[in-house]
């Protein structure tokens, strides 16, 4: 168990969507090490699938997947009031007009920063639905 690892992550199921493999392993592994339970998707259709189960906590989404946006899948986590960050290594620039509000975790991320930014989501929506 990694000792940095925020509290508020133990147990927590997360969505990951990455379609880079190399960069959605090293993410499932410091997710899991940080006791998550992570659900991945590598493509959009999945990305939707796994969306739409109730026990998805918080989503971490990969603007990119290829050449399909998944912007599908931050609307369907917002309509269900599921917290979500974007991971693109275009900054908040990239993103489509009415996404300014979401965080966004500039790619190429370190792992402390992404623990970080998951924390920091699932606080917000914590206190926000108080």
Known sequence: MNMHSPPSLSGRRILLVEDESLVAALAEDLLLDAGCEVVLAMRLD?????????????GILDVN???ERSYPVADLLRARGTPFIFA???GREGLNGGYQDVPV??????????????????????????
């Open 46 to 58: 999945e990305a939707l699938a796994l969306a739409a189960d109730d026990e998805v906590e918080l």
């Open 65 to 67: 997947l290829g050449t």
């Open 105 to 130: 975790l500039q790619k190429p991320y370190r792992g402390a920063d992404l623990l970080r930014s998951a924390d920091d989501a699932l606080r917000g929506s914590m206190s926000s639905h108080r």
């Open 88 to 90: 693109t290594g275009y």
